[in-house]
């Protein structure tokens, strides 16, 4: 079954120190994979996508078939990267997307 | 262009109840996919809606049921309300195809008492 693990409810780290989110899946095939964000009082938006190879906000995930993870990353934490994430996988032949649990990330000054 | 919009915020149902919940999509969108998201999980996708039609359902009864209408904005309907419905239920809407991104509304946080 399509699965989106993701260990961690809480990460707390201080401003300036690195960040990994851990993200780790069950998929059948090339998956296509997704970070979301919600920071407080905004809507869920996306962050960034494994297709497109992007750097956003200085976050970057790379896809890794072998251990089945895509880690979100950025080297330097600020405090507005605090908020809700999540990691999200496509769920075949619809546009569904099958989440994870989500991990709040804290960044403190 | 307008981005997902969700009514109402807030909304307070007894058990039994019945309950719609609206959402208009983004402009140029024709893919609406309806999410429950409880307290402390991932959202959990409910149905989705392409061109009117039902495109694919998750693992909720059929007292869970929508609509998607000709200008691509969609209801999700619940009967027989039971507290375990108590949710933040979340639109995205899509510009279709596969893989694309999925944009959301602010959701409608349901509590039933």
């Known amino acids: 079954a399509q699965r989106v693990t993701q260990p961690e409810k809480l990460l707390s780290v201080f401003k300036g120190a690195p960040v990994e989110l851990k993200c780790n899946y069950s998929y059948s095939g090339s998956p296509e994979l997704f970070w979301y964000v919600q920071y407080s009082r905004q809507r869920l938006q996306l962050l960034l996508r494994h297709i497109s190879r992007e750097s956003i906000k200085g976050f970057t995930a790379d896809l890794n078939k072998g251990e089945t993870s895509f880690h979100l990353k950025k080297p330097f934490a600020q405090e507005e990267d605090s908020a809700m994430y999540y990691c999200?996988?496509?769920?075949?032949?619809?546009?569904?997307?099958?989440f994870g649990t989500g991990t709040l990330l804290a960044v403190q000054p | 262009e307008t981005g997902v919009t969700q009514s109402p915020t807030h909304l307070i149902k007894t058990r039994g109840q019945q309950v719609t919940l609206r959402c208009s999509s983004q402009?140029?969108?024709?893919?609406v996919s309806w999410y429950q998201q409880a307290l402390g999980q991932g959202p959990q996708f409910i149905f989705q809606?392409?061109?009117?039609?039902?495109?694919g359902r998750g693992n909720f009864p059929p007292r869970f049921s929508g609509l998607q209408f000709p200008n691509y904005s969609s209801e999700l309907n619940v009967n027989a309300l039971e507290l375990d419905d108590s949710a933040l239920y979340l639109c995205a809407s899509s510009p279709g195809g596969l893989n694309t991104e999925a944009f959301f509304g602010q959701g409608t946080r349901l509590t039933v008492v």
């Open positions: 402009s140029g969108h024709n893919t």
């Open positions: 999200a996988l496509p769920g075949g032949a619809t546009n569904k997307l099958i």
């Open positions: 809606y392409y061109r009117e039609e039902e495109n």
